[in-house]
């Protein structure tokens, strides 16, 4: 059964820095493209970076550049994303998604909320 798990959510100040974690069971963590995404209530779910299968590749949305780093660890079946430098409108619920091209999988969410 597949599982992703995403770790590491909570309050932080302004300027402040968080590393989500995504944990992933139930299938083949190095054959699968991974991605972060997040949604701010009344809006719509945006990516926020992507990283190859084996981690040569990253993209990252114009907003986060700079700030966030996506990376993955194939041996532990887990995905990052370090952000630095925060601010209010980071505040939104981070997910983990995998896939390739015939299947996407989900995680549940954490919750990120950048306040003074």
């Known amino acids: 059964q597949v599982h992703l798990v995403e770790f590491g959510g909570g309050l932080v100040q302004p300027g402040g820095s968080l590393r989500l974690s995504c944990a992933a069971s139930?299938?083949?963590?190095?054959?699968?493209?991974m991605s972060w995404y997040r949604q701010a209530p009344g809006k719509q779910r945006d990516l926020v970076a992507f990283?190859?299968?084996?981690?040569?590749?990253?993209n990252y949305a114009d907003s986060v550049k700079g700030r966030f780093t996506i990376s993955r660890d194939n041996a532990k079946n887990t995905l990052y994303l370090q952000m630095d430098s925060l601010k209010p409108e980071d505040t939104a619920v981070y997910s983990c998604?995998?896939?390739?091209?015939?299947?996407?999988?989900w995680g549940q969410g954490t919750q990120v909320t950048v306040s003074s």
């Open positions: 990283i190859s299968n084996i981690g040569n590749f990253t």
């Open positions: 998604k995998a896939h390739n091209l015939a299947v996407d999988y």
């Open positions: 139930g299938f083949t963590f190095s054959t699968y493209g």
